[in-house]
Structure formats: C-alpha cells, structure tokens
C-alpha cells in the first residue's frame, strides 16, 4: 500500500507550499473611482509588513497626450489589524488620471509574490 503513504504526505506538505493571493483590492483591478486617499489589498493569509509594500504610479492625465509614468510617493504603507490586509495610507486624495499599482507580498512561508492592476480616478 505505497500509494497512502503519498498521499498523506501531499496533504500534509500542501500548506507548506501555499504562497499569499491576492483576494481583492481597493480600488478594485479597472475600477473608476473618485479620489481615493488609501489602497487597500486584501491577502488569503497574514503577511510580513517589512517585506511587503506596494509601488503606485500615475500613467496618464487627463489633457496631456504625452504624459510620461510617475512615481507617486510620500505615502505610508502598514497592515492592517487582521494582519492579512496590506494599506497603503496616501497623503491627500488622488488626482484625476490612470494609475498602476505593482504590489509584492511576503507571508510567513517567506516566499515573495508579486501582481498589478490599474485603476482610474475620475
């Protein structure tokens, strides 16, 4: 009876190997909101503040055809208290453009993952 054996173990090794998914968003992934002032990122397991965090850049504006990528900073990025939502505290509202979001997210497996998505702010 070798196969019990194997399967057992695959059962027991599957949490082993589960990494951090990304459940939702706010702003939600092609969303047009109106000037958000946080970004929240909700995972399916609890993170590592230190080594998660987003970067959030303003890709176009509304009147300028030839707008270039910018960095948006100055904002401070903490958990959440259920330790499984990433929040992204900005400093003032968000201006009226196209943004993306670039997030990476470490859980206690210490595994890095990463993702995008983009929103508008109307």
Not at 97 to 103: A, E, P
Request: charge should be positive; proline fraction near 7%.
């Amino acid at each position: 009876m070798l196969v019990v054996p194997i399967v057992a173990s695959l059962i027991v090794a599957a949490p082993a190997i589960a990494h951090p998914k990304l459940l939702s968003s706010s702003p939600a992934d092609k969303a047009v909101v109106a000037g958000p002032s946080q970004i929240r990122l909700s995972f399916n397991e609890s993170l590592l503040a230190p080594l998660s965090g987003i970067d959030l850049a303003m890709t176009a504006m509304p009147g300028m055809a030839n707008h270039g990528v910018m960095k948006v900073a100055g904002f401070q990025t903490s958990l959440a208290p259920d330790g499984k939502t990433l929040v992204a505290a900005l400093p003032r509202a968000l201006r009226a453009g196209s943004y993306s979001v670039k997030w990476h997210a470490v859980s206690t497996d210490t595994h890095r993952v990463e993702g995008s998505f983009s929103f508008t702010v109307k």
